[in-house]
């Protein structure tokens, strides 16, 4: 049940400048780091309230994931905090963030696929090299997450990786398993192809990176002795309606199927009550921000 709390924290309401320098830097690579998206005071106003609010829901680790990543004793995982707790509410459908998805993606509006926390505690362990739209039940390539952490982040706190140009074309690259041998395979595979992987290393906290729905990312374990505070929020191009099913025989490739599970789970959970064609459009998928014209 969400909280009922009242207090006076900043709107972030305000938008974030975006020049045609980084949009296009975002459309050709994938992916972007953009500096100071949040501001100290705006994290420290906010942050003990989110901490609060994690605490206080720690049951609502989402099955999916679960079923990704098996061991999450070193992570801590929620979905849609936003409809747990209304300060989180509050700071995960700010129009700020949905403002540079849109314009990221060249569209005039946005809404909520869903929010998740990837707090990794020390030792917590790789997050495998993956493409987020292979897994998602829309008819658009028109999908962005927000990777923001809530605390400074070095090098030895598992920080993304992106593989520059991978979302081109909305095609599906593979993945990997998360024991480190299997991805460090996989890059190199990766590089081999042609591709070049980009890591952005040191984030103060309220930096930001934003990445195409179809751009291979991977973030190693966490080998420092403090978590890694990390919120992720998945936005789409309103107008988006839910896709099609594939059709697959027992004979499917075994990824393939596992992937039509979760595109179905997906759907269920974040498309509650809609079929294929129908707009993606319910009381989980807030539009959160709209383009004055």
Not at 126 to 134: C, L, V
Not at 165 to 180: E, F, N, V, W
Not at 236 to 253: C, E, V
Request: net charge negative; glycine share 6%; proline share 6%.
């Amino acid at each position: 049940m969400m909280l009922n709390i009242e207090v006076n924290l900043p709107e972030l309401s305000s938008e974030y400048p975006v020049s045609t320098e980084p949009i296009q830097k975002f459309q050709e690579q994938g992916h972007i780091l953009l500096r100071g998206v949040v501001s100290q005071a705006e994290i420290e106003a906010y942050r003990p309230y989110i901490l609060k609010a994690i605490e206080g829901n720690l049951e609502e680790n989402h099955a999916i994931e679960k079923l990704v990543k098996g061991n999450q004793e070193n992570w801590i995982y929620i979905d849609n905090l936003w409809r747990l707790d209304a300060v989180a509410r509050r700071f995960i459908l700010a129009s700020r963030f949905g403002q540079i998805a849109a314009s990221l993606l060249g569209v005039d509006a946005v809404r909520l696929f869903r929010d998740q926390t990837y707090f990794k505690k020390p030792g917590g362990t790789d997050t495998p090299w993956h493409q987020d739209g292979y897994f998602m039940p829309l008819d658009t390539d028109k999908i962005i997450t927000l990777w923001l952490p809530l605390v400074d982040v070095t090098p030895e706190m598992a920080p993304m990786s992106f593989v520059t140009g991978s979302h081109r074309g909305a095609k599906y690259l593979g993945t990997s398993t998360p024991q480190p041998e299997k991805m460090q395979e996989f890059a190199e595979s990766i590089i081999q192809r042609g591709y070049e992987i980009t890591s952005y290393g040191t984030f103060a906290a309220g930096d930001v990176t934003f990445h195409s729905g179809w751009t291979l990312h991977s973030a190693p374990s966490n080998k420092s002795d403090r978590n890694r505070e990390v919120l992720v929020i998945v936005y789409y191009a309103d107008g988006a309606r839910i896709a099609q099913p594939k059709k697959l025989d027992s004979q499917a490739p075994l990824q393939e199927r596992f992937a039509e599970q979760m595109r179905q789970q997906t759907q269920n959970s974040c498309f509650p009550g809609l079929q294929p064609g129908d707009l993606a459009v319910t009381p989980m998928n807030p539009l959160i921000y709209r383009k004055n014209t």
